[in-house]
Nanobody, 126 residues
Framework: VQLVESGGDLVQPGGSLRLACVASGFTFDYYAIGWFRQAPGKEREGLACSNNDGQQYYTDSVKGRFTISRDNANNTVYLQMNSLKPEDTAEYFC?????????????????????WGQGTQFTVSS
């Protein structure tokens, strides 16, 4: 199982950015994919999840600003981020869990996901 994130950059406040998570080594259609972030000195925070049935889940901190989407044909999950704030600065990770093991109301808990990418860093700053 391999997950590779990309798209990290330097963005001005109020700007937008799209991250991508490309998966390989497993049957993508069977997995829920989540996005997390971790800022220095803080715990890893769950942001959003795309289940294999198309349902999406968001934490309140990003609802309305971030959108998760998946392209099953290309084994990719995206995180579109708008209205970015300096406090969004962090390293962003995608993670995968087999949908049969997945509980939607726990989508934001890091320990629910056995497979992780290496992360991509982006900074929101003027």
């Amino acid at each position: 199982v391999q997950l590779v994130e990309s798209g990290g950059d330097l963005v001005q406040p109020g700007g937008s950015l799209r991250l991508a998570c490309v998966a390989s080594g497993f049957t993508f259609d069977y997995y829920a994919i989540g996005w997390f972030r971790q800022a220095p000195g803080k715990e890893r925070e769950g942001l959003a999840c795309s289940n294999n049935d198309g349902q999406q889940y968001y934490t309140d901190s990003v609802k309305g600003r971030f959108t998760i989407s998946r392209d099953n044909a290309n084994n990719t999950v995206y995180l579109q981020m708008n209205s970015l704030k300096p406090e969004d600065t962090a390293e962003y990770f995608c993670a995968a869990v087999l949908s049969d093991w997945y509980t939607p109301n726990r989508f934001d808990l890091p320990w629910e996901y056995p497979y992780w990418g290496q992360g991509t860093q982006f900074t929101v700053s003027s």
